[in-house]
């Protein structure tokens, strides 16, 4: 389940929210939609800027492949065509990593971006879901490390990762669309397949036999049994606190 989650922390934001898992926090903010340069104006959509800082030093070329892969699947979910001519800026400040990944160090900084993804990707859709910006869809997002044996493990910690013979992440949206699939490491196309069977399981829950309206096998998204079902409570108890709040000042 999500663990680890603040909504709104920032006051001066329009949206934001902090994520922890495996060992790393990120803190999202979310400004807009707001006017955009013309040179970055687009006609009939909203530009929609990320920006991933790291927790010690400055952004370099694993940062900016971070912000692609955020970036592609922020438009897939986000209703630019809303907002044309309009700026959507994500900004996404890792504050913690684990311990001997964030102490500066005179050996080359590690290859793999993985591991950090899933907190990014989700600190950004809790930002965004505090936000009032129209969403297409949500997704969840999880990191699944395979180790010598074979065995998937969810949420793997430093050492795990360090040791594992492949990295995969994932982002799952609602409707059950694979929005991000990044690996890393030895393996086949059948392992695969199986890896993100777990990750659908782990974001979404078990399959269901019934079936929903469009044929399709739904998912358990019971609240607290999976990444989804989690997000669901969270959504719920923000909305019942404003609704309060509302109530409250009549």
Known sequence: ??????????????????????????????????????????????TVDVVVRPAVGVGGVRECHLESIIHKTLRRVILVSAHPRKLIQVTLQV???????????????????????????QASMLALLSTSIPLADVYTSTLIAVDSKGSLLRRPSAKDVAAAHSLHVF???????????????????????????????ECRGKMSAEMDMNGGARMDTTEGSNLEGSLRGILEAKIAADKRWKEGNK
């Open 171 to 201: 982002a799952v949206s609602a409707h059950n669309r694979l929005l991000v699939a990044e690996s890393e490491g030895s393996f086949d196309i059948d392992f695969w397949e199986a890896v993100v069977e777990e990750a659908r399981r």
């Open 95 to 121: 504050t913690r990593t684990p311990e001997n990944d964030s102490v500066p160090t005179k050996l080359p900084q590690a290859t793999t971006h993985l591991p950090i993804l899933p907190a990014l990707l």
């Open 1 to 46: 389940m999500l663990t680890g989650i603040s909504l709104l922390p920032l006051r001066r934001a329009d949206g934001s929210a902090t994520y922890s898992v495996c060992g790393f926090s990120v803190l999202a903010a979310i400004n807009g939609p707001t006017e955009v340069q013309r040179r970055d104006e687009l006609p009939e959509e909203a």
